[in-house]
């Protein structure tokens, strides 16, 4: 069984630059991809980044160009950079595993979840 635990959240004014990190322990193999999800109140959980397990990577439209997600397999760790935030990217953020997965950014496609490190951009 994959467990996983983030940190790194916290708080930021608009521009600045965050970095989350997933530690990722238990059952690893080669057919796990990886995801960071954010969640707002009221609002359903959002896919903003994904590593596939070839290694290609993916993200929505909101975040490309302003995140960066990468993995670092000697630490079974991955990591979200945040730079350019926006008080829209507020929320609290997920990291999430999942074996075999087609769609990078679809919440159904993952298993396992950590349990949220929040996130806050003031203006």
């Known amino acids: 069984q994959v467990k996983l635990q983030e940190s790194g959240g916290g708080s930021v004014q608009a521009g600045g630059s965050l970095r989350l990190s997933c530690v990722v322990s238990?059952?690893?193999?080669?057919?796990?991809?990886m995801a960071w999800f954010r969640q707002t109140p009221g609002e359903d959980r959002e896919g903003v980044a994904n590593?596939?397990?070839?290694?290609?990577?993916g993200y929505s439209n909101s975040v490309k160009g302003r995140f960066t997600i990468s993995k670092d397999n000697n630490k079974n760790t991955f990591d979200l950079q945040m730079n350019s935030l926006k008080p829209e990217d507020t929320g609290l953020y997920y990291c999430?595993?999942?074996?075999?997965?087609?769609?990078?950014?679809?919440?159904?496609?993952?298993?396992?979840w950590g349990q949220g490190t929040q996130v806050t951009v003031s203006t």
């Open positions: 999430a595993a999942g074996r075999y997965v087609a769609d990078g950014l679809a919440t159904h496609e993952y298993t396992t």
């Open positions: 238990g059952n690893i193999d080669r057919s796990i991809g």
């Open positions: 590593i596939y397990n070839d290694g290609r990577t």
